[in-house]
């Protein structure tokens, strides 16, 4: 997997950069926690050693909006097959146009499925750094979470409502204040960090991945972790 300060060629002779030159300076603990940053530091599901699992990608997106620094994320539609109505960073499954799964693929699919999801210009984003490939049992996908930085925003929003219900920014300093989080309580009686942000509870992959995040760029205030939620909290 390609690290930061590399140009990774794609199978069309174009190049996907991955660098951390020009990043604002809020962005540097993200960028070296993921330099840093080990597998089994992020989650304790890991892709099997067997080598089974859909490849796929998110494209973690870091902007500055009117209350600072935030990040993209996008609610899926409730009609789906996998994590329908779920919250989540835009992303998906590799095609093969990609490229090579090991190297081009994820960074492409990234860029790829948040234009397809929200309409995001590819060209506005800087990836800066590939957190280690993680693992969803209950759809059996292998993630890897590419980082972003919005460096020139465009408008973005539901291109198709099959795939995606809306498409939101939430201020980092509403991720990190503790009166927004929880543990989220699933029906089968496993627990994982949550957040209740704009009107939606983040929780699962996509929340634990932020949760990480927050945790090793040092951006985490202390919460209550006895305070749960249930993850149909609408109800």
Known sequence: MPTADRAVPTADGAAVDVTTAGLP???????????????HQLSRFLPPKSGAGRQSA???????????????????S???????????FPGGALDPE?????????LRAALREAEEETGLDP????LFGVLP???IPVSGFVVT????????????????????AR???????????????????????????????????????????????LHYAGWERPWDRERHVPVDWRA
């Open 123 to 126: 060209r506005g984003v800087q």
């Open 167 to 213: 498409v939101f920014t939430v201020p980092v300093a509403d991720l990190t204040d503790p009166a927004n989080r929880a543990m989220a309580v699933h029906p089968s009686g496993h627990s994982g960090p949550a957040f209740l942000v704009e009107s939606a509870l983040v929780w699962g992959f996509t929340a634990g991945v932020i949760d990480r995040i």
């Open 25 to 39: 300076a809020w962005l540097d603990p993200v960028a070296e926690a993921a330099r840093s940053v080990r597998p």
């Open 145 to 164: 979470p590419v980082l972003g930085w919005w460096r020139a925003p465009t408008p973005v929003g539901v291109v198709d409502p099959a795939e995606t």
């Open 58 to 76: 998110v494209l973690v997106l870091f902007g500055e909006g009117a209350r600072g620094p935030e990040l993209l994320l996008m609610e899926r």
């Open 98 to 106: 990609d490229g090579d799964q090991a190297t081009t693929g994820p």
């Open 78 to 88: 409730g009609t789906l097959r996998s994590h329908a109505g779920q919250p989540s």
């Open 133 to 135: 490939r993680l693992y």
